[in-house]
DNA sequence: GCTCTTACGCTACGACCCGTAGCGTAACCG
DNA sequence: CGGTTACGCTACGGGTCGTAGCGTAAGAGC
């Protein structure tokens, strides 16, 4: 996870501690919860993971790098989407935990820079993408093939729009969550999930049903 | 602009220099676009601008609150919303508009950048809605105002709920041209955004209609 | 066991940027 | 013309960066 490289099973030589990796991550997460990104620097984190600064740089590029993969764990961890039965309560569910994620100060400081600095650089942005951003788009396919299963929206005509489709959707539901929580400051509560939900479901039957 | 404080008519002494402020913003404006945020630097600004970093101290507390300012300036300069005489013409023209101003690599790389920094700083982060987001908002109220005019949308039955609302649609306008803009990296052109409006209009009508 | 290879910890380093202090000069007010 | 504030300039201590060098630690292959 922390190379992205396929690291094509090295055979000689000492082995990467993998239990290094494991602090450094915890470390950079840690550090980003007491200092934010701002003032997140690497040698402090070497310093908490109980490793020498040089380790980290032989495994990350720079600042970046890592905490896009310290944040992305957090992902892997927290975003799943069990059938609930409606089109609503999915969407509801799907807005809930991605808004608790958002509410952890380590995401809320983490995400939004590092997406600022991937505009500048293509393989962060491959690395945000891989990392985070497919794995929660996997999510809105999967609560529209349910959907589709229930009756609930059309089966699309072709697989170009499919996509058009599902890349709006989720555009719209990614991108309120974070303006709200990161922009507006104001909570995802229950209440905002139920009226974005109502918004949302009702144009895409309007639209598409 | 540059000092959101009231500064009450400084009667006595050498005034600041109104051309300096014009040179910093602009010098801030072309280093974002040749550096980017992340390594752009004070004392390049004050090179570029023909300024001694002291003054730019002066002026402003640090980095953040310059680039706010100077991304600040822009949004006053470009965001407006002509009545193109229906609800769908004018969340399209304004979907755009936030688009087009995305798409300047000022904007794009600074925007999220100091929002992120935002998490930690509130002052920073009402800087930040008055200079900026406010004035978006202000168009979301606007295009609704007409739109209810026009009879395409329901008046609020009380203030508080007009409140929430406005706040929702602003959201996930906003939100979604930046999701779409900064983390797909994906162009907002105009059959995006006439999907997109599409989708909301199909939601507000069907939920408030 | 032994050797080979790679990872690790540590130290040290030049480069850069930060934010501020001090001082002499410039501009505007009464 | 004094009074007051802004400006340019220089200089500085403090911090971070990213790397180089070196001796040591930990497995793999024989």
Known sequence: MSSAAPTPA????????AEA????????????????????????????????????YRRWAGKNELVVDA???????HLELPDRGSLRADIEG??????ALLERPETRTALMAVVAESTRDDALRRRIRSAIV????SLVLLGRARAQARGELPHEP?????????D??????AGA????????AEPVDDEWARGFTALLVGGLTATYG
């Open 158 to 166: 072709d697989p170009a729009s499919a996509a058009r489709n599902a």
């Open 94 to 99: 799907v807005v809930l935990q991605f808004a």
């Open 177 to 184: 969550v974070v303006h709200r929580t990161l922009v507006s």
């Open 21 to 56: 990796d494991r602090a450094i991550l915890d470390a950079t997460r840690a550090a980003l919860v007491e200092l934010g990104w701002g003032k997140l620097t690497l040698g402090d984190v070497a310093t908490r993971a109980g490793v020498a600064k040089t380790t980290l």
């Open 134 to 137: 497919d794995r929660q788009k």
């Open 71 to 77: 944040v992305a764990a957090l992902f892997d961890e």
């Open 168 to 173: 709006l959707i989720f555009d719209v539901i």
């Open 10 to 17: 090295r055979r000689t030589g000492r082995p990467r501690s």
